[in-house]
């Protein structure tokens, strides 16, 4: 049942991407070209997203074991200052997403368009996870 409704949520993600255009690059760049067409519109799109996630981030950062629904543990970060890593992934994932256009969720969803060229980004984005791990020691 639990996949069923990954699967469901996950379906209905991508379609959400695709109507509200995260998953369309040119937008996503006039989106982010603040001197030039900037479109606004996406701004909507995350304020949705925020408000969609606020209450369900609020219920399990005050629980003393953050559970899913399906009562299955979930790690929250913990750290809770600014460090050099979080400020140059941070820089890196703009940089991508600035030149790109494209975010990695939406990525997957291109796919799913017909746009084969995102295969591209995508062995970009695993080869960069991929780094991250080796560089971090992450198992």
Not at 13 to 32: D, H, Q, R, T
Request: with cysteine; charged share 10%.
């Amino acid at each position: 049942m639990k996949n069923f409704f990954a699967f469901v949520f996950g379906s209905l993600f991508a379609i959400g991407l695709m109507l509200s255009g995260m998953a369309n690059p040119e937008k996503v760049l006039n989106f982010l070209d603040l001197t030039g067409n900037w479109d606004p519109s996406l701004a909507f799109v995350m304020i949705g997203a925020i408000m969609v996630a606020f209450i369900p981030f609020q219920k399990a950062t005050h629980r003393s074991v953050p559970r899913t629904l399906f009562h299955e543990a979930i790690e929250l970060p913990t750290k809770t200052q600014l460090d050099r890593a979080l400020i140059i992934g941070s820089l890196l994932f703009g940089a991508g997403w600035g030149i790109a256009g494209i975010c990695p969720a939406p990525s997957f969803t291109l796919i799913g368009l017909g746009h084969y060229q995102v295969l591209y980004f995508i062995l970009a984005m695993l080869v960069g996870v991929w780094i991250h791990s080796k560089w971090a020691g992450v198992k």
